[in-house]
């Protein structure tokens, strides 16, 4: 029988997707099992992905505003955790960050199990920080994330994994109803949307001097509202959720959140971003992700303070040696090959154990 690998995570897709890109990978050699927070979204994606799933009580810790059920539910969580580890007799537990990933990383420690942890933003997330000293390699996508870690002793950089699938450019623009030609602006905060986004770019856009179309996935929850806002605007597209690979292979530059997801799947299509970082992220791990990518010269920053500044900063990048240039910069960090460079650490990790 293969040995089994162990992935920890869930809570948000760029944690999620990226694991399940490596474990499609991986899968060639080794069984594969997930576990996550039984409430989160993982646990309807990661069984639609064909994968075992154990799901295990999580929790979220506000050091501002701490709440004593959250903290039991981190231990309830650990606990099943340890169990279903002791169970299953992993050869390797790999975290892909998230507090979602938290109870099996801890449980791996606690049962003295090999584990990865993946690192895909520019600031590390507070389980890679909490586990960097113990684990026995860290995987991480921007090197600037290395100078909060000291105590790492072993670290690979690689992309961070993105499902590879690109869509001829005039197929994606016919199944999304786009012009065949021009310049298409692809609008996006997140699976989910986002309110902020969906108020502001059509103010943006009708004050716009320079010829783009528009496709914006507002979020299911928020599409009607969108098109009726955008009513009387013209080459202004509102879906409330879209095929990301259509998406990304049909655009030109994209106006979006800076979540290391979205960031690496712009990078893999060669789309340059203007990145709007979410205020609210984890320790602002979204405005390091984004002047990470900017000083590549792959894209540019509007922060929320200063959406004013979204209008023109879009209108200078639709230059056409502007975009060129940065078109040219993202697909240097294009994650290509990511999840199989992954899976070979995996594997060499494995068998450096067994060789001990």
């Known amino acids: 029988m293969k040995d089994l690998i162990v992935f920890a995570t869930g809570g948000t897709g760029g944690h999620i997707f990226p694991a399940i890109a490596v474990a499609n990978e991986t899968a060639k050699e080794f069984r594969i099992a997930f576990i996550g927070s039984k409430n989160g979204m993982e646990a309807r994606i990661i069984?639609?992905?064909?994968?075992?799933?154990?799901?295990?009580?999580?929790?979220?810790?506000?050091?501002?505003?701490?709440?004593?059920?959250?903290?039991?539910?981190?231990?309830?969580?650990?606990?099943?955790?340890?169990?279903?580890?002791?169970?299953?007799?992993?050869?390797?537990?790999?975290?892909?960050?998230?507090?979602?990933?938290?109870?099996?990383?801890?449980?791996?420690?606690i049962l003295k199990i090999p584990f990865i942890l993946d690192e895909g933003n520019a600031f590390p997330g507070r389980v890679t920080r909490w586990f960097a000293k113990s684990t026995d390699?860290?995987?991480?996508?921007?090197?600037?994330a290395l100078k909060y870690l000291p105590e790492?002793?072993?670290?690979?950089?690689?992309?961070?994994?993105v499902r590879e699938k690109i869509i001829d450019r005039l197929v994606a623009r016919r199944k999304l109803n786009l012009p065949e030609q021009g310049l298409v602006?692809?609008?996006?905060?997140?699976?989910?949307?986002?309110?902020?986004?969906?108020n502001e770019?059509?103010?943006?856009?009708?004050?716009?001097?320079?010829?783009?179309?528009?496709?914006?996935?507002?979020?299911?929850?928020?599409?009607?509202d969108m098109k009726n806002k955008i009513e009387n605007i013209k080459n202004y597209q509102v879906?409330?959720?879209?095929?990301?690979?259509?998406?990304?292979?049909?655009?030109?530059?994209?106006?979006?959140?800076?979540?290391?997801?979205?960031?690496?799947?712009?990078?893999?299509?060669g789309v340059p971003c203007i990145m709007v970082p979410l205020p609210s992220?984890?320790?602002?791990?979204?405005?390091?992700?984004?002047?990470?990518?900017?000083k590549s010269g792959a894209g540019w920053v509007v922060e929320q303070k200063d959406i004013s500044k979204l209008s023109q900063t879009w209108q200078n990048a639709l230059d056409p040696k502007v975009l060129k240039l940065a078109s040219t910069k993202a697909k240097e960090r294009s994650p290509a090959g990511a999840a199989k460079q992954f899976s070979k650490i995996i594997k060499d990790l494995i068998n450096e154990k067994d060789n001990l």
Not at 201 to 224: D, I, M, R, Y
Request: hydrophobic share 45%; net charge positive; with cysteine.
């Open 185 to 198: 602006s692809f609008v996006m905060g997140g699976s989910q949307g986002s309110v902020f986004l969906n």
């Open 47 to 109: 069984p639609e992905a064909g994968f075992d799933f154990y799901g295990v009580a999580t929790g979220k810790l506000d050091r501002t505003k701490p709440n004593p059920l959250v903290l039991i539910n981190i231990i309830r969580g650990l606990i099943s955790a340890i169990g279903i580890l002791k169970k299953l007799k992993p050869k390797l537990v790999i975290g892909f960050g998230g507090f979602a990933s938290f109870p099996g990383v801890m449980a791996a420690k």
């Open 239 to 269: 879906v409330g959720f879209v095929d990301a690979s259509l998406a990304w292979s049909a655009a030109d530059i994209a106006i979006c959140r800076s979540g290391v997801g979205t960031l690496s799947e712009a990078a893999f299509y």
């Open 281 to 294: 992220s984890s320790e602002d791990h979204q405005l390091h992700n984004a002047r990470a990518f900017a």
């Open 152 to 161: 790492v002793k072993q670290s690979k950089q690689i992309a961070y994994p």
């Open 201 to 224: 770019v059509p103010k943006a856009f009708e004050s716009l001097g320079s010829s783009t179309n528009v496709l914006h996935q507002s979020g299911e929850k928020w599409q009607s």
């Open 137 to 144: 390699l860290l995987v991480y996508s921007y090197p600037e």
